[in-house]
Every structure is written in structure tokens, then in C-alpha cells.
């Protein structure tokens, strides 16, 4: 820091500094109070010493002392302050252009800091101050320029300035500039650095130049990242489109995903690969998880942008089923429906019924099972249905072999079908072929034995490769699709059953249904497709609420172009039983970055030239000297010994230091092992991984608020432990959570635990794999465990009924098994010290600050979390109570009660 750096709010202070001679004077002059001597009579003729003189002037050195301290204080009062800005250029007002428009929320914070210290600036300096915000407010009103005022009532006015959920129109602030009451301005443009298509950008730039001085104050490209094209959803994953606005090194963000009640459902890194400007990260989650998606975020990057809502024309997938005929047979294994309902069932809203009530009521896919011959009304309701995004999949059979004039399929068929394998044939059933790299098939592996018997054959035509999706090894079509619109027609071939091929026996027949209905697009009711009142919107930080108050009825060219402004906010349109999103990322086209400045252009960061205000520091230094003078002058009083003066000055200029400090340290081993005798604990281990130890704090405080709420358990803080370094017999029970990089315990580690266990500890392990194969990991963690044989939970075990009477112990999954240390008669009162398993308990009991759930329990939602409750309190009292409720003892006691 330079001298050039430093200015004083209130420089007219520093005149007291001439009084610092006079002060000298008068110091010297004023010598200290002399020493006060007991002299009793009776002590006169007892060796009186003579008495010791006064100084006739203060030490020097204690002259100099005070006058630093009366400078300090001097300087103090006159405010001083360090700023790396230079002046203010120009002799106008102060010209703030704010953007704030969606892309400023990110940084939004720091912008604001910033042009409220140039405010101050301007201030200082006596300068009046204008303001322009360059986005449509709330009111649908334009940018308009506020002053020339003063500054101090320009930060206020800076205060109301918000981010909103739209664009900023750089049109209207050119218009409303050239309106401006000054010619000459000193001018900060506090840009969110994003270009315009028509290049508005630019043409501010330039005109803003023209008042004399612009600064530019960018912000980071980094800040900033948005979520433009809608998810895709198929059988798989979820697969999202990240899009940044230039292209740089290396960056990686972190997704959320939540549900309608803002519980977390997922979280995922997306990574920008170094210069790429796109990222697409996928979420790997079961269908039923995925499809309760409703809100996708970018984390640490709140804005209106960088939220993506989810609605139910692209969550639902209502899928009709209809059969050529009503054969009797819709519950037996050759029902034409029985395989589709079973494989698309999971994670789709089935439906039956005549096609044009199927139709009506809204549908993604329909499925027609050797329909025969269509009459003209339902053939013009689904030509219309599909050409309007609707995917109609058809399976043959042997109406539909003799039906070959029919249009709604992708090819033409000849008369009749074709047997393979048969009496009367000379051929062998066909095996299905590899698919193609084009086909949406691809990847998907032919069992051996799948065979088809019997097929309908396409007419050869040229397009029909193009066509073909999946064919026998022989050649021939198996299936075949084509567009129809804005919608898909598709054809099987074969029949839905088994009676003219085995195929919808094998796990291959539901693989290529999801791969269909993947193709298909979802919808929110026939009433969302209409114009539809908004519901909730979104504010600039990207956070749902109640409507804004411009907001209005939104039609389907809004949500189909992304119409978005004060009247249309992004947000949810509809009521609470059918929604559609509109989201601001549709109508972004060619998002980028501001590639180049107008010439002579001041560009400056908003982490640069920040104040630092040098007087309640210089305050801080003149109260610790006047205690240190105080102490002198005791001293020199006589009031203090000499070492007693030596030792406070130096405890005072310790006490002095120790203001500016912040002591950050933890409690040490004795304090904590203090805290965990007063008080049950539940500990977890601390696996290494962060997001693994934040689940598992967060389900013990979950598992703590129940026990405090439905027992008389007062627990305490949830405590992380290192079997290696900590003491165990603390706590009554210990949470295991087992990761997959996790090693083997060393020896003291080993020690320790098994002492813990031959104690009357209990561990609970868990792999949290749902019982996929986390178990490898478990035998090499308890590898050296003192560990007798594990069985499953009896029906019987007193952790069945500990306080709860249970027999499923779910967790985030439902589907693990619960095993037990078998119980070795007398040893440990039979109690099993160890209990196994995997279905992630610390995620179900996962609470946030709010005590709202953080993860989703699959696939049994709030009752399967209930059940997880239970089961943790059955568990802490088995930890703590034993086998008393196996106490035969007291059966008779329990019935009497239960008889009453």
C-alpha cells in the first residue's frame, strides 16, 4: 500500500495533530504525584532513611509514549482509509448501470458490495450519484434512470435493486439514457458479462462511453452456469445439458436434484472439460426416484437460470394398453396384455380402455395388440394424436396379419403371415440378430435362446432398412418405425405373447419396451395444453413462491418459445394436481460471453480495490498503550512493585494481541471424554469420505430427535469416532457405515474394537448397497473381529420387539437382509454385539437443520421411512436394555397389563 492508496473520511481532524508539541510541553511540566510515606512518631528514632527525591519531569520516554497514544486517536477520528481506486474522473454525478437481469444473481453479492463503495467514494468526494438498472422490473416497468441524488441516498436506493428471473433489455436502457438530465458523468457499468444477440451489448458500451470515463465491472465467467435444454429421460439414466458461458480451464459443479417437498433426491458433479462450454452429466437413479425429480439446480449458483423445473409433461409416462379382443384369458400367461402389463408396469401409470377415452385422457405411448381393422374415427384420433407427439406401438397377430391396407403403421405388410419351424415347413425358428449401431436397441445383448415362430412380413421397399430396428438373423424385419409428425409409429413383428415367439419371456422384451417409451414424449393432461393460470414462479436467486405480481395466464406459444418477462416469470403454471414448468433456459439462444469492450474501457473484478478501514484497528492500538501507560504509572506511583509492574504490562499486551485473535481450536481428549460421560452418545466411525460422514452425523442427530421425542432416551450430539485413536466404551452403540475403499483395521484398532464388543458394545454395520455386494466389503473391514457366526434376525429376536413389534427393518433400502451375531448362551447375557446389513439406515434417518428428511427412501417413501425410525430406536434400546424383553420373569407381569 501506497500513500497514494490512503484518503481520511474526516481529514479536517487531523488539525488536533498541532497540539502534540503543547501536549509535550505541559507533560514536562506536570510532573508525577509524589510518593505517599507512612511516618509514625514511634519510628523516629528508629534508622529513618531519608526520603527519596520526585522527579522534577516525566521520563522522556513516557512523554513519547502518551503523545503516540493522543496521535493514534487523533488519526483514528480521522477516519483513515486504504482504497486501490483512484478518483473519481470528471466533474458529473456518479452513473451506476446495474445489470439485473437473471445471469448477475450468481454474483450478486459481491457486484452490490462493490458500486456501494464507489457510492461512498462519491460521497467522500461530494459527488451526486444516478442509478439505472438495466431489467424490466416487477412492475413491467423500464429501465429508468433514478437521480442525480446523493450518494447516500443513491446506496439506498441501490439496496432495492434486486436480480429478477429474466433477461435485461439493453434497448430500453439505451432509450432512457438518451434521456439523461447530464452530458458528462463518471460511469461504472456493473455488467453480468453476458452478450446480447442483436449486440445491445456493444451499442451500451459505446454510448455509455460517451459521458466520459467507463469502468466496466465484470464479473467471472466461472459464476455462472445454466440449464438450457431440457433433461433426457430414458430407461437408464437421466441425462442433463450444462452450459457455461465461455469456454476456459477446467471447472467442475455439483448438481442437486430435489422433490416437490424440497427433499434431496440426488446430488451429481458435472464437469466443463478444459475450453468445452458444455457439460452433460447423467444421473443414474431408479425410475421411480428419477420420476419424483421436480426441481434441478446448480449448487452455490442461485439464479433463475441456473434452476431447471421439472413438470409433469416430461416426469409421467401414462401409457395405454389395448387388445384386439376379449379372449377370456386376461389374467392367464397367454393373455395378449399379461407380459406388457408386467414389464411396463414399474415406473409407468398403465391404462386400459377404448383408444379415443385413452386418447382424451392424455397418453405418452399407446400399445395396440394385433388390432385388426380400426374404424375412420379412431383412425383420424390417432393419425391426430400421433402427429402431435404421440408414440402408437403395435404388436402383431393374426388379425392383424390379414389387415394389410392399414396406415398407421411404418410399412406395408403382405397378406398373411409367416411360420417358421412347423409341421408343414422347412424351416428352423429364427434367432434374433445383433443391433445395429443406429438402432435405439443398440447395446442391448440377444439372449441365445430367444426364437421367433411365426411374423408378419414388410413389403420391400427402399427406405425400409432405414426403417428396420431390429431384425432376424435370416435378414427379415422384426421391428420397424417411423415418424409421423412430431410422433413415432412402431412395429413388433411378432405377436405380444408367447404364442408366436418366446421373446416376451426373456428380460430383453422389457429392455426394448423402455427403450421405446424412452422415444416418447411425457404429458401433464389434456388441461395443460391450454392456456393455464402461473402457480408458483421464480424469483432471481431462482427460489419458488408465490406468483409475481405482474404475473399472468401463460398459452402454449409461451411454454413452446420460452416467453419469458414480468407477465411470464419461470415457474410452474396450473394448479396443484396438474403443473407445467416454463423455464428460462428455452428461450436463451446463443448464450455466450461478452468477448470484447468498447476502446479505453476501465475493466476492473469485483474482488478488486475493496476498502479497508484502518480505524477501529488504530482505536484497538491506543487502548492497549493507555493500559500499558496505566501500569507505568501505578509503578511509578509506587503503587506497584517493579516486577509486579513488568508482569501486568506484559499480561495486558498478551490480553491486547489476543482481541485480534480467534481461537478456532477443539476441545481436547479429556473435555470430550468429560462431555461423553455426562451425557448417552451415539457414535458413528468416520470413514474418510465426506459425503459418507455427513450422512451418517446427519441420520444419528435424525435418530436422536426421535428417541428424545418418543422415549425417555435424553441423547446427546452424535459423536465421530477412529477405532484406532479413540475410546469406545463411551458409547453404547457405534454406527459402521462401509465404504468401498475402505481397508482393514490395524492391530490397535482391532484391539480396541474387540474389547469394546467383549464389554457389551454393539456395532452396527452397514454396507448401504441395498445387498448388492457390499458384503466383500464387510468381511474385509471385520476381518480380526471377534465375530462368532451370523444368521439372519430370528422372528423371535428381541430386536423385533425392543420397543416396536417389527419383522422389516428397511433403511434408504428396503431390500437387505438383517443379520445378527448368533447368541452364545451366558457369555454377554446372549446379547448379539454385532448386527449386519446394508440397507443404508443413516440415510433414512438423515435430517437437515430444519429436521426436514435429506434423502428419499425407495421405493416405500414416508411409511418406509417410519419403519426405519423404528427400527433405529429398537436398536438403541437393544444396545442399551439387552435382552430384557426376553426376560420370561416378567411374561406374567406383561399379560396381566395387557389383559386390563
Known amino acids: ?309 421439472v413438470d409433469a409433461q416430461w416426469r409421467r409416462r401414462p401409457v395405454g394398453l389395448v387388445a384386439g379382443a376379449d379372449t377370456g384369458r386376461e389374467e392367464t400367461l397367454l393373455s395378449e396384455l399379461y407380459y406388457l402389463r408386467r414389464a411396463l408396469g414399474p415406473g409407468t401409470d398403465l391404462r386400459e380402455g377404448t383408444i379415443p377415452s385413452l386418447i382424451q385422457g392424455g397418453l405418452s405411448m399407446l400399445a395396440m395388440v394385433d388390432i385388426g381393422r380400426l374404424t375412420a374415427e379412431e383412425t383420424d384420433a390417432l393419425q391426430h394424436w400421433v402427429e402431435n407427439g404421440g408414440l402408437l406401438l403395435r404388436f402383431a397377430g393374426p388379425r392383424l396379419a390379414e389387415n394389410t391396407d392399414d396406415t398407421l403403421l411404418p410399412v406395408r405388410l403382405r397378406s398373411g403371415g409367416r411360420t417358421l419351424g412347423g409341421a408343414l415347413t422347412w424351416e428352423q425358428p429364427a434367432q434374433i440378430a445383433p443391433f445395429a449401431p443406429t438402432s435405439p436397441f443398440a447395446g442391448l445383448t440377444v439372449p441365445d435362446d430367444v426364437r421367433v415362430f411365426r411374423q408378419v412380413l414388410a413389403e420391400p421397399e427402399l427406405s425400409l432398412g432405414d426403417k428396420t430396428w431390429a431384425r432376424l438373423t435370416d435378414g427379415t424385419p422384426l421391428v420397424t418405425a417411423a415418424r409421423s409428425g412430431r410422433g413415432w409409429l412402431v412395429l413388433v413383428h411378432t405377436s405380444a405373447n408367447a404364442d408366436w415367439s418366446n421373446l416376451a419371456l426373456s428380460g430383453l422384451f422389457v429392455q426394448m419396451l423402455q427403450k421405446i417409451l424412452a422415444l416418447s414424449e411425457g404429458v401433464a393432461g389434456s388441461e395443460a395444453n ?69 476502446e479505453g474501457v476501465t475493466v476492473e473484478s469485483t474482488s478488486v480495490g475493496a476498502t479497508f478501514d484502518f480505524k477501529p484497528w488504530l482505536l484497538a492500538a491506543a487502548l492497549a498503550l493507555f493500559l500499558i501507560d496505566l501500569v507505568i504509572s501505578l509503578a511509578l506511583r509506587g503503587l506497584l512493585p517493579g516486577r509486579a509492574a513488568v508482569a501486568g504490562a506484559l499480561l495486558l499486551l498478551a490480553l491486547a494481541g489476543g482481541l485480534a485473535a480467534t481461537p478456532a481450536q477443539a476441545k481436547d481428549n479429556d473435555d470430550n471424554a468429560l462431555g461423553d460421560t455426562q451425557q448417552t452418545r451415539l457414535a458413528y466411525v468416520s470413514s474418510g469420505d465426506d459425503e459418507i460422514d455427513r450422512a451418517s452425523k446427519a441420520g444419528l442427530l435424525g435418530l436422536s430427535l426421535v428417541l428424545r421425542q418418543r422415549t425417555a432416551i435424553d441423547v446427546g450430539e452424535p459423536v465421530a469416532i477412529n477405532p ?42 452397514d454396507t448401504r448397497d441395498g445387498g448388492a455386494s457390499g458384503f466383500a466389503n464387510f468381511n474385509r473391514v471385520a476381518r480380526g473381529i471377534d465375530i462368532t457366526r451370523l444368521i439372519q434376525v430370528p422372528q423371535d429376536h428381541v430386536l423385533t420387539k425392543a420397543f416396536y413389534l417389527l419383522q422389516q427393518f428397511p433403511g434408504r433400502w428396503a431390500s437387505g437382509t438383517l443379520w445378527v451375531e448368533e447368541g452364545q448362551g451366558r457369555s454377554n447375557d446372549g446379547v448379539s454385539s454385532v448386527v449386519v446389513g446394508s440397507n443404508d439406515w443413516a440415510a433414512a434417518w438423515a435430517v437437515d437443520e430444519s429436521g426436514q428428511p435429506l434423502y428419499a427412501t425407495v421405493p416405500g417413501g414416508q411409511r418406509q421411512r417410519e419403519m426405519a425410525y423404528r427400527f433405529g430406536v429398537n436398536i438403541v434400546m437393544y444396545a442399551l436394555t439387552g435382552n430384557y424383553k426376553s426376560d420370561q420373569v416378567h411374561v406374567p407381569a406383561i399379560l396381566e397389563r395387557l389383559g386390563q
Open 1 to 309: 500500500m501506497g500513500l497514494a492508496d490512503l484518503s481520511f473520511a474526516a481529514p479536517w481532524v487531523l488539525v488536533a495533530l498541532l497540539a502534540l508539541p503543547v501536549l509535550w510541553w505541559l507533560l514536562r511540566l506536570m510532573p508525577p504525584a509524589p510518593k505517599r510515606q507512612i511516618f509514625p512518631a514511634i519510628r523516629l528514632l528508629f534508622g529513618l532513611r531519608p526520603p527519596e527525591e520526585t522527579p522534577y519531569r516525566t521520563p522522556w520516554w513516557l512523554l513519547l509514549l502518551r503523545l503516540v497514544i493522543a496521535a493514534l486517536i487523533i488519526v483514528a477520528l480521522a477516519h483513515p482509509l486504504e482504497d486501490a481506486r483512484k478518483a473519481l474522473a470528471g466533474d458529473g454525478p456518479l452513473l451506476l448501470v446495474v445489470d439485473n437481469g437473471w445471469a448477475a444473481a450468481a454474483h450478486w453479492n459481491e457486484q452490490e458490495a462493490t458500486l456501494a463503495d464507489r457510492l461512498r467514494q462519491a460521497e467522500r468526494e461530494g459527488r451526486m450519484a444516478a442509478l439505472i438498472a438495466t431489467a424490466p422490473g416487477a412492475d413491467g416497468a423500464k429501465p429508468q434512470i433514478q437521480g442525480p441524488m446523493p450518494a447516500a441516498e443513491a446506496r439506498q436506493a441501490l439496496g432495492r435493486v434486486e436480480p429478477q428471473p429474466w433477461p435485461t433489455d439493453r434497448k430500453a436502457t439505451l432509450a432512457a439514457l438518451d434521456k439523461a438530465p447530464f452530458a458528462e458523468a463518471s460511469v461504472f457499468w456493473a455488467s453480468d458479462g453476458i452478450a446480447d444477440p442483436d449486440g445491445a451489448d456493444k451499442q451500451l458500451g459505446e454510448r455509455l462511453a460517451k459521458f466520459g470515463s467507463l469502468t466496466v465491472i465484470a464479473a467471472p465467467d466461472s459464476a455462472r452456469a445454466l440449464l438450457q435444454r431440457p433433461p433426457e429421460n430414458n430407461s437408464e439414466a437421466m441425462t442433463l445439458h450444462l452450459l457455461r458461458p465461455a469456454a476456459g480451464p477446467a471447472r467442475t459443479v455439483e448438481l442437486m436434484a430435489s422433490d416437490r417437498q424440497g427433499q434431496l433426491v440426488a446430488r451429481q458433479p458435472a464437469t466443463f472439460e478444459a475450453g468445452a462450454t458444455e457439460a452433460n452429466p447423467q444421473i443414474k437413479l431408479p425410475v421411480e426416484l428419477r420420476n419424483r425429480i421436480a426441481t434441478i439446480s446448480v449448487a452455490n449458483e442461485a439464479s433463475a437460470g441456473s434452476t431447471f423445473l
Open 530 to 598: 391450454g392456456t393455464l393460470p402461473p402457480y408458483r414462479t421464480l424469483d432471481g436467486f431462482g427460489r419458488l413462491g408465490a406468483p409475481a405480481p405482474l404475473a399472468t395466464a401463460a398459452g402454449p406459444e409461451v411454454f413452446d418459445k420460452g416467453l419469458i418477462g414480468p407477465d411470464h416469470p419461470p415457474g410452474f403454471y396450473g394448479s396443484e394436481a396438474t403443473q407445467r414448468a416454463l423455464n428460462l433456459g428455452t428461450g436463451l439462444i446463443g448464450w455466450q460471453a461478452i468477448q470484447a469492450w468498447p
Open 724 to 765: 484406532a485413536r479413540d475410546e469406545l466404551a463411551f458409547f453404547p452403540l457405534i454406527y459402521w457405515p462401509i465404504s468401498n475403499g475402505e481397508v482393514a483395521m490395524s492391530d490397535t484398532a482391532l484391539r480396541r474394537v474387540n474389547d469394546y464388543l467383549k464389554n457389551g458394545g454393539l456395532i452396527l454395520f
